[in-house]
Nanobody, 122 residues
C-alpha cells in the first residue's frame, strides 16, 4: 500500500490542524493505521493508532485528549485531528500502515508515507 500524507502547515499555539493520509490499493481496510512524528534532533515517536474498523484507538500520553485519529475506509483515508496545539507538537508527521489490525505503539508498521510538516508558533 502507498501512503500520501497532507494537511500540515503553520499554526499558532492553541490552534488546530487536520492531517490526512490517503492510501492506494483495495486492501486499506485490512490494515491498522498509525501516525508518528519526528522533531528536529529527536527520534521518531508514536502519536496515535486506529484499528482496521476505526473502532479502537490508541494514543501517546502527550497527545491524549487533544488529538483524535479516525479513518474512512470508503475513502481509503486516515485522519489526525489536532487541537490545542503546543510548541512541542512541531514535527514532521508520518502516517503508517500495520498488518496488525488493532495496532498500538508496539505494532510493526510496514508502510510509511512521506511526511507532512507541522509547525506550531507562539
Amino acid at each position: 500500500v502507498q501512503l500520501q500524507a497532507s494537511g500540515g502547515g503553520l499554526v499558532q499555539a492553541g490552534g488546530s490542524l487536520r492531517l490526512s493520509c490517503a492510501a492506494s490499493g483495495r486492501t486499506f481496510s485490512r490494515y491498522g493505521m498509525g501516525w508518528f512524528r519526528q522533531a528536529p534532533g529527536k527520534e521518531r515517536e508514536f502519536v496515535a493508532a486506529v484499528s482496521w474498523s476505526g473502532g479502537i484507538t490508541y494514543y501517546a500520553d502527550s497527545v491524549k485528549g487533544r488529538f483524535t485519529i479516525s479513518r474512512d475506509n470508503t475513502k481509503n483515508t486516515v485522519y489526525l485531528q489536532m487541537n490545542s496545539l503546543k510548541l512541542e507538537d512541531t514535527a514532521v508527521y508520518y502516517c503508517a500502515a500495520s498488518s496488525t489490525v488493532v495496532p498500538n505503539n508496539k505494532a510493526p508498521y510496514h508502510y510509511w508515507g512521506q511526511g507532512t510538516q507541522v509547525t506550531v508558533s507562539s
